[in-house]
């Protein structure tokens, strides 16, 4: 019956499901209790929002067509699969990575998309060719396991932003993970705690190093030289 708002899902296991147009989308919930299992299956949810209560197993399926995730209570195991999004992710529940990716695309009518709560991602990628701004909460911890990318493009380059300016978000990057980094201009974060996110100077990734950044790029004042001073002549 009508006036019950967006979809309220229960024990599903998944091969598709599609919604409609963004003008018309909907909002998917998981309700605290229920549970999606998505198998290989796939969800586009047509610029509608996913909110957790409950549980999302993604196994090697795919999440895509989405405005903006919110973890609440709930849990998120990401398999293999792909959560993919155009606008927020907010984690204040629990995300379990494993080997699934969480991408960041343009599209719903978002040019800027924020990410909320500390979460350890296995694949993370954002991808935009309009000057996307990706803003992180400030006092966060976003940690990368397997792979880091961010690319903008020439003219549009992605920002990557503080929820607040002169107050670091911080991003660990696994010494083991692969990264690829390509026109983003970044200020405000601290990636001290991981290894150095795009090594090399800035301008070798077609990108900016702006204020309050540590541990991204690399600069002639980054590298301390130690001079040998010979021995005693025998």
């Known amino acids: 019956p009508g006036g019950v708002p967006g979809w309220a899902l229960s024990v599903l ?10 003008a018309i989308a909907q909002s998917i919930t998981i309700s605290s209790g229920a ?9 586009d949810a047509g ?8 549980v999302l197993a993604v196994n ?9 995730v919110s973890i609440n209570s709930g849990t998120v195991s990401g398999g293999s699969g792909v959560i993919s999004l155009a606008g927020d992710c907010n984690n204040q529940g629990t995300f379990n990575a494993q080997g699934g990716k969480v991408e960041i695309v343009d599209g719903c009518g978002r040019a800027a998309s924020a990410l909320g709560g500390d ?3 296995a694949r993370f990628t954002t991808l935009s060719s309009i000057g996307k701004i990706l803003r992180v909460a400030a006092g966060s911890t976003q940690s ?13 380059l992605l920002l990557v932003r503080s929820s607040v300016v002169d107050s670091s978000a911080r991003f660990v990057l696994d010494p083991g993970a692969a990264q690829s980094i390509a026109f983003v201009n970044v200020r405000d974060n601290d990636a001290s705690g991981g290894a150095v996110i795009a090594p090399g100077p800035a301008v070798s990734f077609d990108s900016v190093r702006g204020a309050n950044v540590l541990n991204w790029f690399l600069r ?5 030289q130690v001079n040998t001073l010979p021995g005693p002549a025998l």
């Not at 296991?13 to 963004?22: D, H, I, K, Y």
């Not at 549970?35 to 290989?40: D, Q």
């Not at 610029?47 to 409950?54: A, K, Q």
């Open 119 to 121: 979460s350890d991602f």
């Open 35 to 43: 549970r999606i299992s998505l198998g290989n299956g796939s969800i």
């Open 144 to 156: 990368f396991s397997r792979r880091l990318t961010l690319e903008g493009a020439d003219g549009n």
């Open 220 to 224: 002639a004042v980054d590298v301390i």
């Open 60 to 68: 090697s399926g795919t999440a895509s067509g989405l405005r903006d």
């Open 47 to 54: 610029c509608g929002d996913l909110l957790i209560s409950g």
């Open 13 to 22: 296991f998944m091969t598709a499901l599609t919604f409609g147009s963004p």
